[in-house]
């Protein structure tokens, strides 16, 4: 099986939107509502930032949220801030099949 | 503070073995399912193995079956990963991290850096 696929860069002014896409197939992100995000800075720890497609663990902030239609997911950060800046991953359950898990390729949010 | 801290990575030659270690504090090991994941230079994250709380059963990426084994020590609160037969597609950064349910890993550590070169 393929990676999730994710755009390689995403952009975007302090204080704007931005929406990072990740499209997988009928047997992860749209067989599922298991899809997960997470926050890659470099030396550090990835963190999570989104889980069941559209749950805030705690202390994540609300300019965060995501959604899913059909075998696409989407993170979108609103308000963006300096510390945004970093690698965006998802990742989605796929079931028996081989692997367990998926992730996609990776994101590049730039704070511009 | 809930943390997981990576070791054992290293340099080692195209057939060796190594064996990685995460030691877990801040929680209840014994309650989660574990995992390893992965990331090769340039690369995006790749699951490579995953073991029940109590150990009786795990599962692995197709591309390491038979060659890594994953373990845990619940009474040392440590998860391992044991890995043979090194090849230079198993070179990564690799993370340990932990199932906050079955549905996604909401812990992780910072990973531990695999070199395979001769």
């Known amino acids: 099986q393929s990676a999730l696929t994710q755009p390689p860069s995403a952009s975007g002014s302090a204080g704007q939107s931005v929406t990072i896409s990740c499209t997988g197939t009928s047997s992860d992100v749209g067989a599922y509502d298991y899809v997960s995000w997470y926050q890659l800075h470099p030396g550090k720890a990835p963190k999570l930032m989104i889980y069941d497609v559209s749950k805030r663990p705690s202390g994540v902030p609300d300019r965060f949220s995501g959604s899913k239609s059909g075998n696409t997911a989407s993170l979108t950060v609103s308000g963006l801030q300096a510390d945004d800046e970093a690698d965006y991953y998802c990742g989605s359950y796929a079931g028996s099949n081989n692997p367990r898990w998926m992730f996609g390729g990776g994101t590049k949010l730039t704070v511009l | 503070e809930v943390q997981l801290v990576e070791s054992g990575g290293g340099l080692v030659q195209p057939g060796g073995s190594l064996t990685l270690s995460c030691a877990a504090s801040g929680f209840t090991f014994s309650l989660h399912w574990m995992t390893w994941v992965r990331q090769a230079p340039g690369k995006g994250l790749e699951w490579v193995a995953q073991i029940k709380p109590d150990g009786s059963a795990s599962s692995y990426v197709d591309s390491v079956k038979g060659r890594f084994t994953i373990s845990r020590d619940n009474a040392r609160n440590s998860l391992y990963l044991q890995m043979n037969s090194l090849r230079a597609e198993d070179m990564a950064v690799y993370h340990c991290?932990?199932?906050?349910?079955?549905?996604?890993?909401?812990?992780w550590g910072k990973g531990t850096t695999v070199t395979v070169s001769s």
């Open positions: 991290a932990r199932f906050g349910t079955a549905t996604h890993m909401d812990v």
